[in-house]
């Protein structure tokens, strides 16, 4: 359970390196957290909307339809809340981890890179009627999802032993000791 919360007491640090098992954990937390969030809406949403029917009179009851759209409402002002305060960490733990295995913080980049690249000669290619502008722009996309399976290898893959440029091993052992006494 510690693991889970480290990269929330770690808020901004993108220095350092973290072990594979926090972040993992980290993810893991955030996909509880979505998942009772998302579950709580669908319940709330359900529940006011199984009260619009219809009245004694015929009319129909609209008041469990306004009711559906306000919770709605009220979640997805909750999940911004909970987006926003789950992103830095997010993206602070995903950096020391590619700094585990000893890589920048900056392939962080390459997807969305890629994916604004796409939108921009999607757009272009649409202006231009253009059919080979489009299939540029799906040969970017699947270019994105590669980016996007490259980056979770890295997460994949154990770190470096010992230290490396961004600081001491966080599984510790002897390469630790010679960067103690220096």
């Known amino acids: 359970m510690e693991w889970m919360f480290m990269p929330?007491?770690?808020y901004a640090e993108f220095s350092g390196?973290?072990?594979?098992?926090?972040f993992w954990m980290f993810m893991l937390l955030q996909f509880l957290i979505w998942m009772?969030?998302?579950?709580?809406?669908?319940?709330?949403g359900f529940g006011a909307l199984s009260m619009a029917g219809v009245n004694p009179d015929g009319t129909p009851r609209l008041g469990g339809m306004a009711g559906m759209f306000a919770s709605m409402g009220i979640f997805l002002v909750i999940f911004g809340i909970i987006w926003l305060a789950l992103f830095i960490p997010s993206i602070a733990v995903s950096v020391r981890r590619l700094h585990d295995t000893d890589r920048t913080?900056?392939?962080?980049l390459v997807?969305?890179?890629?994916y604004i690249v796409?939108?921009?000669?999607?757009?272009?290619?649409?202006?231009?009627?253009?059919g080979t502008t489009a299939a540029i722009g799906i040969v970017l996309s699947l270019l994105q999802w590669v980016a996007s399976?490259?980056?979770?290898?890295?997460?994949?893959?154990?770190g470096t032993n010992g230290p490396n440029k961004?600081?001491?091993?966080?599984?510790g052992g002897v390469g630790n000791l010679s960067q103690t006494f220096q």
């Open 8 to 10: 929330l007491r770690r």
């Open 17 to 22: 390196r973290s072990r594979r098992q926090e």
């Open 36 to 44: 009772v969030a998302f579950v709580a809406m669908m319940v709330m």
């Open 105 to 108: 913080g900056f392939w962080l």
């Open 111 to 114: 997807p969305p890179a890629i």
């Open 118 to 130: 796409t939108i921009a000669v999607v757009v272009a290619g649409a202006a231009n009627q253009s």
């Open 149 to 158: 399976i490259v980056l979770l290898v890295f997460y994949c893959l154990p």
């Open 166 to 171: 961004y600081g001491p091993d966080p599984l």
